[in-house]
């Protein structure tokens, strides 16, 4: 049981653009940074974005960041069939004291 | 190239205890702050906690569900960080992978690490009889 929640799944069609939200609360999300990492089947994860919107050296930018209030989202352009794993958000709760994650949403490239 | 190696797990019965090992290289081990986080089968990263470089007092700190039987510590002369796991449940069942935080930031709170780059490949830790 997750603090911050994801759809458990999304799916669109390659080059189309999909968008996976994480939803928090005040002692997370909204005052603090949010990253996004990818993990592909039978991988580890991988640094997407971090700092809400930044995106480290060799991610390509058909990976983008946002967040508003206490929701963040990952926005995936030009969608590919490479493109197809778990997306997991993560950031700071200052009433835990401690890096939560969400639980991780599937995309299906149809 | 930065790397953190993981070793150490493997099939455990429940109530055992085990050390998991992170071989570090590629950046300043002794300037960073090394985390551990867990991830079961089919679920999210679960953060365990981490310890900070000799500068901070190599301080430690938890998750709330792992204050007791999880204990990190470090070496600086091999570059190596350690995870001690004791009295292993089954839902310690997971692969545990050691991380290197990305830039510290310093709040009103205190210094957050809140994102990590890179992953290696963990190591699997199986508690079952």
């Known amino acids: 049981q997750s603090v911050l929640t994801q759809p458990p799944s999304v799916s669109a069609a390659p080059g189309q653009k999909v968008s996976i939200s994480c939803s928090g609360s005040s002692s997370n999300i909204a005052n603090n940074f949010v990253s996004w990492y990818q993990q592909l089947p039978e991988t580890a994860p991988r640094l997407l974005i971090y700092e809400d919107d930044q995106r480290p050296s060799g991610v390509p930018d058909r990976f983008s960041g946002s967040k508003s209030g206490t929701s963040a989202t990952l926005d995936i352009a030009g969608l590919r069939t490479g493109d197809e794993a778990d997306y997991f958000c993560g950031t700071w709760d200052s009433s835990l004291s401690a890096v939560v994650f969400g639980v991780g949403t599937k995309l299906t490239v149809l | 190239e930065v790397q953190l190696v993981e070793s150490g797990g493997g099939l455990v019965q429940p109530g055992g205890s085990l050390k998991l090992s992170c071989a570090v290289s590629?950046?300043?081990?002794?300037?960073?702050?090394i985390h551990w986080v867990r991830q079961a089968s089919g679920k999210g990263p679960e953060w365990v906690g981490r310890?900070?470089?000799?500068?901070?007092?190599?301080?430690?700190a938890y998750a709330a569900s792992m204050i007791g039987r999880f204990t990190i510590s470090r070496d600086d002369l091999t570059h190596t960080a350690y995870l001690q796991i004791n009295s292993l449940k089954s839902e310690d069942t997971a692969v545990y992978y050691c991380?290197?935080?990305?830039?510290?930031?310093?709040?009103?709170?205190?210094?957050?690490?809140?994102?990590?780059?890179?992953w290696g490949q963990g190591t699997l830790v199986t508690v079952s009889s």
């Open positions: 590629g950046f300043s081990f002794s300037l960073s702050a």
């Open positions: 310890i900070r470089s000799k500068a901070d007092m190599y301080a430690t």
């Open positions: 991380l290197r935080p990305g830039v510290a930031r310093i709040t009103n709170s205190g210094v957050i690490e809140d994102w990590f780059d890179p």
